[in-house]
């Protein structure tokens, strides 16, 4: 997902409405930049520091391996009696002992490997053990995390949400494609899962809403890199894309709503 995969950004062909509806309520942070890939920018996300002093300096092994004297923010809000779960891709280490499980998360559900090819019926690391499950791994992330959200809505809790989409190889059910299919200069399947996750954001909203839990949880949207390549996409019409230097390649969606804490408007 880069910074032009909305049409609150100008985006002619997507309109995703829960991402946009957001987009509209939230402080919006028009300059956020990140690293050209997306293993460095989980580093710093979770680390609060530049990701080189964490060791992660690439996507690929080993570069793409935390230090494990890093602290993360799931240890530290552990630590202040969070609950802590993260529901997606790691990538931030694929041997054992890098394993989110022993950095601060108290509950966990992954991918083994962080193998971006299991987009149906996936085999998932649930608390380390492998799990089989039903349906387009999307959809399940977020049934697990919402899950996770109403078990601990009395308590303070961190759930961090990273999708597996959309990123290559692109798959997505049917109906979230077709009616992309036929648009000149568009990738129906990427658009789709474009789709898709704007459904699930959408769900994720009104399970907050249903809990009552809305106005007081802070909802960060953000992606991890620049427009990704390979595929028909709008990339705001800015140069490079995922991978480059160039302002299209480290431009990132930086959304923050909290309630009245963070007043929508643009930010810079």
């Known amino acids: 997902m880069g910074y032009g995969e909305m049409s609150a950004h100008g985006n002619p062909v997507l309109k995703p409405p829960n991402l946009d509806a957001f987009h509209r309520e939230s402080a919006r942070f028009t300059n956020f930049a990140v690293s050209p890939t997306c293993a460095p920018t989980r580093a710093a996300l979770l680390t609060g520091k530049h990701e080189f002093k964490s060791s992660v300096t690439h996507a690929i ?4 391996s935390m230090d494990l ?47 971006q090819s299991s987009h149906f019926d996936p085999t998932l690391l649930k608390n380390r053990e492998p799990t089989s499950f ?13 899950t996770f959200i109403e078990k601990n809505r009395d308590k303070p809790f961190f759930c961090y949400l990273p999708t597996y989409s959309p990123h290559s190889p692109l798959r997505v059910p049917e109906q ?7 648009q000149e200069g568009v990738n129906a399947t990427f658009s789709g899962m474009m789709a898709n996750v704007d459904e699930n954001v959408g769900r994720l909203i009104v399970k907050l809403r249903t809990l009552e839990l809305d106005t007081s949880t802070l909802v960060i949207v953000m992606s991890d890199n620049g427009g990704t390549y390979g595929v028909d996409t709008w990339n ?3 140069r490079g ?10 431009r990132a969606v930086s959304l923050w709503r909290c309630g009245s804490l963070f007043p929508a408007g643009d930010r810079g």
């Open 61 to 64: 092994r080993p570069m793409s």
């Open 69 to 115: 004297e890093a602290t993360t923010i799931a240890q530290l809000f552990q630590q202040k009696g969070f609950a802590t779960g993260i529901f997606g891709k790691w990538h931030l280490g694929r041997d054992e002992e890098y394993g989110p499980w022993f950095r601060g998360f108290d509950e966990t559900l992954t991918v083994k490997g962080d193998y």
């Open 134 to 146: 039903k349906g387009y791994r999307t959809d399940i992330l977020f049934d697990e995390a919402m």
């Open 176 to 182: 979230y494609s077709r009616p992309y299919e036929g």
């Open 236 to 238: 705001a019409g800015m």
């Open 241 to 250: 894309r995922k991978g480059s230097v160039w302002y299209g390649g480290t």
